[in-house]
């Protein structure tokens, strides 16, 4: 693939894995005298978050600053291109480089066994899963303006925003690249099903970072429907793009079951993982089902939740005519209460994802509205699962911080991955490349 042209303006990214630049940055950088007239250096993340906010740093700005002093932690500094950091709008008083402290739930691997990148990163599911098998990330990339805030509370990282945007020669080198990318169509003119055809999809931008960087091996996730998506050719020219044009085994894709991995929910997904070695693709397998059975019971809020979660009766009235009318027409759409023995249907982006998983709790003590709905509190004690309660069913642990409104933490954990599936995958494919 030819190389893009020079970057004409935009924030050049190789800055992110050299660290003597990192450095001689940190070193140049002052504040406005103003600035509350801290003498000591910062020397936290909850320290260096506020001063970002004080200052009204850009995300771009942020991002640059995370990524450099989570890349200080790695015991091997690697050799990439030099270049300048351009104009930065805010700066930093002092940064103490060695006593920072990672005070967030999830703080940077140290020594780690091996280095990878997260893209389309989501909220960091993907990399909650690969951090607890001991690697290290060394880059990030979220669009979302909200997933970013939440990764950033969590990670101590502000993952950079479009993938399309980024020059593939300026991302840190890596030995595993994983990656949660769209499903989309191809436009295609003559199919062909190769690299070329992928341009303007979003998976070519992980299939040129694979082809600039070469990493030992890849682990991509998507939607069980790729596998029909478009009759079938968008799989296939997903496939042959690995396989023929970037020169990866590629084992036959598998659909994984979240239940099959220890957490109440039946959530179908595609998994492709691939490697630069034939031995090692010869060496992997996808995990079998690990024997844990949960159920909704075991991700319940353990306390009384808040009133605001449970259905007025006019809407449970609209969601009981809803679904008759599809029964009476042999469809099989309609709200769903899980029973706490039973297992979550999938949690999905939208309104349908929470009514279809609605439960029943009579633990509610106050019916009196505190949001605006149309009637009264339902008696029955039927309402829908919490954000905390979706998190559980993903996987997350308790100490990941939801930072966002309801509305966009429904959104980020339908779109994101079961921890669980991810982290046992995960661990084969690093078992294969170990040998």
Request: one cysteine or more; proline letters at 5%.
């Amino acid at each position: 693939m030819p190389r893009r042209a020079a970057n004409t303006g935009r924030q050049n990214w190789s800055n992110l894995a050299t660290p003597n630049v990192y450095v001689r940055l940190v070193e140049k950088l002052t504040v406005r005298p103003n600035y509350d007239d801290r003498a000591s250096k910062i020397d936290r993340f909850s320290d260096l978050k506020e001063l970002a906010a004080v200052r009204n740093l850009k995300n771009e700005t942020i991002a640059n600053i995370t990524h450099y002093l989570q890349s200080e932690s790695l015991q091997s500094q690697r050799q990439f291109r030099r270049s300048s950091f351009g104009d930065l709008e805010e700066v930093i008083h002092q940064i103490d480089l060695k006593k920072f402290v990672w005070d967030v739930p999830f703080a940077p691997t140290q020594s780690p066994k091996f280095t990878f990148i997260d893209l389309f990163a989501g909220i960091g599911g993907m990399r909650i899963a690969f951090q607890k098998l001991g690697g290290k990330c060394v880059f990030s990339s979220e669009w979302d303006r909200h997933s970013q805030q939440s990764y950033y509370e969590n990670f101590g990282e502000m993952p950079f925003g479009d993938i399309t945007k980024v020059n593939e020669t300026e991302v840190p080198k890596h030995e595993v690249l994983v990656a949660g990318f769209p499903c989309q169509a191809f436009s295609i003119a003559g199919f062909k099903g190769g690299f070329k055809d992928t341009r303007g999809t979003l998976f070519f931008d992980v299939a040129r970072i694979l082809q600039e960087k070469h990493p030992d091996a890849f682990f991509l996730e998507n939607v069980k429907g790729l596998y029909g998506h478009d009759k079938g050719r968008t799989l296939n020219v997903i496939l042959h793009t690995l396989r023929e044009d970037l020169g990866y085994y590629v084992p036959d894709p598998q659909i994984m079951n979240a239940r099959d991995f220890g957490v109440p929910q039946n959530r179908e997904r595609i998994f492709i993982v691939g490697f630069r070695n034939k031995a090692a693709a010869s060496r992997f397998s996808y995990p079998k089902p690990l024997g844990i059975h949960t159920t909704i019971a075991d991700i319940l809020e353990n306390k009384e939740v808040s009133v605001k979660y449970y259905l007025s009766n006019q809407y449970l009235r609209t969601l009981v005519n809803h679904r008759a009318r599809h029964e009476a027409k042999g469809h099989g759409f309609g709200y769903e209460i899980i029973p706490n023995d039973g297992v979550a249907n999938a949690i999905v982006v939208g309104g349908m994802g929470r009514e279809r998983n609605l439960v029943v709790d009579n633990r509610i003590s106050n019916f009196e509205p505190i949001t605006h709905i149309k009637g009264t509190v339902n008696k029955k004690g039927i309402r829908k699962m919490t954000p905390r309660e979706w998190a559980r069913l993903q996987g997350f642990p308790d100490k990941f911080k939801i930072v966002v409104a309801d509305s966009h933490a429904y959104k980020q954990f339908g779109n994101s991955v079961a921890i669980p599936a991810i982290q046992a995958t995960g661990r084969n494919l690093l078992r294969a490349l170990e040998g």
